[in-house]
């Protein structure tokens, strides 16, 4: 007889009623078929990662090149490719990621964001577009610098400034001729954060949102640069998220994103003289604005569907959109500051899905084929050889329908032999989407189920659902990854004696709540920077997780016994899972110290246990042979534990 997961946690449970959401099917486990592909066998572990990343495309102002980063040499550096196709060339050499690509309106200069070891404290640089000496525009490492914006005319640079120890983000701009920064907002609230996202056409103003530190309420502002005075351009009653992303070349339009109507993200157009909303999009998944044509005459939007996002453009003069024709998966606007080349022909984007690494791609604005324009995968990842993500539904405890990526070996036997994986995401406030996960393709392609669901909390499926985790954090979420576990079991390839868990961040606490809360249904844990202490964390995380920590859990004083009921530190000592430990010594979001008072309690109790950490790296790991090392560590340690594989030498050994 099976015994379901979740009748674990139905002891004293109070009644809960289902989460609502959009309508999906639900998905029969025995649906699920492992295609068989002869030959077939494990990824290379390294050809993940020596597959390219890119961030942060951008036009040149005459479109002839497009300026990325990437980490071509194992780190995130800049490059430019003429778009017409051909090798990239690399702008600048450095340790440190490198992000964010502005070009000055001119084409002489391209300004960027970097770090120092993750440490998040972005410096602001300038290299010319040609190549040469980098200049730093910012210097002081006590504070963040980050989204620069050229003015019109390329004398000004706007752009977010948060330091170290405060909560908030303000705006401020640069005069390039004298280096004067003149700081135009003053947030007071301290849980409030200003994020600039346009120039007025003019040069006059500045567009930029303030979002609360919940990310539950957003509204748009526009700052008069000759005296400072902010007004606020879309006031509303209760929390609602309104976030500009661009204002047209007139000056008329705003396009917008809106959940005013019922908590699900809408594309909006709003007229900034009279400040009529004209809705562009009103169906059950969240739509995401991204900008205008050059002429004004079409509004780019994106719709992210159950974590798959199309691309669409609306016509301002016929209220008409048209799909840009890209493959199925997780497609999504690039450029900076906008998509369209400057004539207006042309868009930039990257497409990614479960089996194809992320591409640049250009598309068309008139809707011809989109041409790749970036090749950075290796052939031993051809999308034929990897296994591919199914989207898959299931109920939870209390009814609620849980969206889930499933990634099932090839060849595999529905014997009920298999061990599989959950991959809790971070956030909470997050979504698994249809994207290209290393970790879910190196452990498939090894024999492993896989599945990553979204569950209560994550974003996607509007904001009663994002919200229907406040001050249960480690509870209904935690009953959700459980029913993704009853979920491959009633598959029939699962063993119930074989299921890990392995996440980052948020993924990590969920790890850690699960093995402590849970630990008769765990074999083996990998926590990648989680949490194990809420109160430890409201103490010595960065200032404004710290209040977005507040907006989840309440006052950690008033409220300590909800920080301590959702503290895996409440609950690890009763693990069984042995359990791998991995940590970013610079890391401002999870401290270092959060690590190591998982490593301290679990040995103090005689747990199996073993913990790595990471020089240079923050909060997630951007270095190519750390990435490689982790995720060659996660394998290992769930090869030993739900395999039963002999363990190699220490790869700490000296």
Known sequence: MRWSILALLVVAVPVFAAVPGPERPLTDPHALQSPSVPGAGPVPIPDLFYSRGYWGAAWSPDDRQVAFSTNFTGRYNLWKVDAAGGWPIQLTQSEDRQLGAAWSPDGQSIVFQSDHGGDEMYQL???????????????????????????????????????????????????????????????????????????SPDGRSLYANRTNAAFTDSSVWRIDLRDGRTTELTPHRGDALIVGSAVSPDGRWLNATSDVRDGHSQAVLIDLSSHAVRWITDGPWEAFTAGFSPDGGSAAYMVNADGRSDLFLYDVASGRSRKLPLAAGLNVFAGNPSAFSSDGTRLLVTHQSSSQPGEVWIAPANGGAPRQLSHGVLASLAAARLPEAKLVHYKSFDGTVISAFVWLPFNLKRDGTAPAVVLPHGGPTGQTVDAFYRDAVALASRGYVCIAPNVRGSTGYGMAFQKSNVKDLGGGDLKDELAAVDFLLASGYVDAKKVGISGGSYGGYMTLMAIGKTPEVWAAGVDSYGIINWLTMARHSDPFLQQYLRALLGDPQKDRAIYEAASPLTYLKQARAPLLVLQGDNDIRVPREEAEQVVALLKGAGHTVDAHYYPHEGHGFARRENQID??????????????GAKPAASRDAP
């Open 125 to 199: 640089y300038r290299v010319p577009s040609a190549g040469g000496q980098v200049v730093a525009l910012t210097s002081d490492p006590k504070v963040s610098h980050t989204e620069p914006l050229f003015s019109p005319d390329g004398r000004q640079l706007a752009f977010d400034r948060k330091p170290k120890e405060a909560p908030v983000n303000d705006v401020v701009v640069l005069d390039l001729a004298t280096r004067a920064v003149r700081q135009l907002t003053h947030e007071a609230s301290g849980n409030h954060l200003w994020q600039v996202f346009a120039w």
């Open 630 to 643: 982790a995720l060659e560590r996660t394998v290992a340690w769930f090869d030993r534990y739900l395999k």
